[in-house]
């Protein structure tokens, strides 16, 4: 019965998000319909011949699709990591950031665009994917040391944050001039303007690993509620449980951040949105909270690239701009509870 | 008394409650299975360099519900947490059923161990319903809808609790008692064959302490309880082990422990103790009285009340 029930609420999400991407693709400058988008995708698909000029197919399939594409699993990927690192670590204010990822991908970046750390070999996406992996090591390594109770792992967290934050402004305000600043800043608040088929691909494997070991453990997630103690007293290796999910939501939050930048408030805000839908089961609220974290970021890039025409915000900005007031809310919620 | 569930007669007898683990309409069973428990043999535990538990031996018989007596920081939580296995001895084994807890995976412990902790709490929104269901976790798989024996549990554990009522509301609204009776549900839902509870009784008004060791000790459990009140622990254990900065002073049935010279070793208060209506009955007395108990001038504190100069 919950079962159906699920299931229902889970393909509703995924017709959804399937019409929200065949809409945002026709959105945008360049006049292309939808029948026209769905001629060109079935023509790369072998399904009849594209009846649409060379220039105006490239727009739709090599830019608007994979950037439509790479929203949708980037917004998935931040809120699931939000919402497994929520409860994971008892904190409704967690998000994927909080473990220092972003923080250390941004140095990795500002290392690779500024300081031209890699020769011109290592990409802008891998320095990041390099300086993310670096500093959830490090936050990893610290927490264990001081003794791996969850307020400690946030404490490193938040040490790491800063310490690479620090590293950032200082490359950048030490050794950028002015246009590479304005790059790096575009990049640094999140944006899929660069989103190519590689970064899809690579993003959506990943996305689709660490979904899977998140669904494996659901009830395990459930089993935190109470925290540690009681988690182990149902049963769980907590000890286990917390390096594997934490180590999975990390390498997604990487990748994703290595592709796009730091997207933020989708990974805080939109779990605490599913939840009010579908009550604390997370074998309810993870299917659901990826597929409205797909949705929100495909529309809220649509926006990000349309409303300032020619001119174009980063994700990131926008995301804020509405998750600001979604998370006073939140915060006005938890006040009355107590 | 408001509890829905009438008082048990015969508190040793288990009534055939669902989820029980015992054969319908088996006697209780006796002391006779050699090893169908939860035994911890001289175990100890260093926390933080200091020696917490020293070769501590507990051997509950089955049914039968065990009192730990103390004063706070005696090694009561460390010996729970080392019977629930969350916590291994430094040296010294805990064993179920002959096995040791180390050998048995942490799945399988929790669906025959199950423990209220002191002092729960969540920042998640739960209902009184998800939060009993907790329960089934180490008995379902990821991602597997709850089976029509979860269902069962969870329904039979709310009903002995006299919580159905109050299964839809949200954990957050219910008082204290409730909340320890939600977390014993919790607990029963497991189907454990063992319960370990730390001082469950605290904060609660006296009714509330007598209504849940009432259910307590009516549920067809083998069960370990930490208590502070001595007279409860007198009213509602059928054995006593009385710990004091880590090592068991006293072991036996309440009117073997609870003598008034060992009240006042262990906890430094005098009491007199009388037998009582099939258990003793303990008072304690002011400092003041009887046998004049007087500070020296010098050991009175300087600032203390008068300010005045000797």
């Known amino acids: ?338 | 008394m408001n509890d829905p569930q009438p008082a048990v007669a015969g508190r040793r007898a288990p009534a055939a409650a669902p989820g029980a683990r015992w054969p319908a309409g088996g006697a209780a069973p006796q002391a006779s299975a050699a090893g169908g428990d939860l035994h911890a043999e001289r175990v100890s535990r260093l926390i933080g360099g200091r020696l917490v538990l020293d070769g501590v031996t507990v051997t509950p018989r089955p049914g039968e519900t065990v009192g730990l007596l103390g004063p706070n920081g005696s090694g009561k939580s460390t010996l729970l947490r080392l019977l629930a296995g969350v916590l291994a001895p430094s040296s010294g084994v805990v064993t179920l059923d002959g096995r040791p807890l180390g050998r048995t995976t942490r799945r399988a412990v929790a669906r025959r161990v199950a423990s209220v902790e002191q002092n729960v709490h969540t920042q998640t929104e739960l209902t009184v319903r998800d939060v009993v269901a907790l329960g089934r976790v180490p008995h379902r798989r990821s991602w597997t809808p709850m089976s029509a024996a979860d269902l069962g549990a969870v329904t039979a554990a709310l009903e002995r609790t006299g919580l159905t009522g109050r299964a839809d509301q949200s954990w957050h609204t219910l008082s204290g008692g409730e909340r320890q009776r939600a977390q014993i549900a919790r607990a029963l839902a497991q189907e454990p064959s063992e319960l370990l509870l730390d001082e469950p009784t605290n904060h609660l008004d006296i009714q509330h302490q007598l209504d849940l060791l009432e259910l307590v000790t009516g549920l067809p459990v083998t069960t370990v309880i930490a208590l502070h009140d001595l007279n409860l622990a007198a009213m509602y254990c059928d054995r006593l082990l009385m710990l004091r900065d880590g090592r068991a002073v006293a072991e036996g049935t309440p009117s073997e422990v609870l003598a008034p010279s060992l009240i006042e070793e262990v906890y430094g208060v005098r009491a007199e103790v009388t037998p009582g209506p099939g258990y003793p009955v303990i008072r304690f007395l002011r400092r003041g009285a009887g046998p004049p108990v007087r500070y020296a001038a010098s050991d009175r504190p300087a600032e203390a009340g008068t300010g005045a100069a000797d």
């Open chain 1, 1 to 338: 019965m919950r079962g159906a029930r699920l299931a229902l609420l889970a393909s509703g999400g995924l017709v959804v998000l399937a019409v929200s991407v065949a809409v945002t693709v026709t959105v945008g400058p360049a006049d292309i319909g939808t029948a026209d988008v769905w001629r060109s995708v079935s023509a790369r698909l072998g399904l009849g011949d594209s009846p649409l000029p060379p220039l105006r197919e490239g727009i739709v399939w090599n830019l608007r699709m994979p950037r439509t594409l790479l929203a949708a699993v980037c917004g998935a990927g931040l809120a699931l990591c939000g919402a497994v690192m929520q409860s994971l670590l008892r904190n409704p204010l967690a998000d994927p950031f909080v473990l220092g990822v972003s923080s250390g991908a941004s140095t990795g970046a500002v290392a690779v665009i500024v300081l031209g750390w890699g020769g011109g070999v290592v990409s802008l996406s891998a320095g990041a994917f390099v300086g993310a992996v670096l500093s959830f090591g490090m936050v990893v390594l610290l927490a264990q040391s001081l003794g791996a109770s969850m307020d400690r792992v946030v404490l490193s967290g938040v040490a790491a944050m800063q310490l690479f934050s620090a590293l950032t402004s200082f490359i950048v305000l030490t050794s950028a001039d002015a246009e590479t600043t304005r790059g790096v800043l575009f990049w640094l608040l999140g944006s899929l303007s660069g989103a190519g088929w590689a970064d899809v691909v690579l993003c959506a494997a990943v996305l689709a690993g660490v979904l899977a070991v998140c669904l494996a453990h659901t009830t395990t997630l459930d089993a935190f509620a109470f925290g540690e103690e009681a988690a182990a007293n149902l049963g769980v290796r907590v000890a286990r449980a917390r390096l594997l999910l934490l180590t999975a939501t990390a390498l997604l939050t990487a990748a994703l951040v290595s592709a796009a930048g730091a997207i933020g408030f989708v990974g805080l805000v939109l779990p605490h949105a599913a939840r009010t839908v579908t009550g604390s089961s997370h074998t309810r609220l993870l299917p659901v909270t990826a597929l409205s974290g797909a949705v929100f970021l495909v529309w809220v890039d649509t926006v990000a690239r349309t409303v300032l025409e020619p001119q174009e915000i980063p994700v990131g900005v926008v995301t804020s701009l509405i998750g600001v007031p979604a998370f006073v809310a939140v915060l006005y919620r938890a006040r009355r509870k107590t």
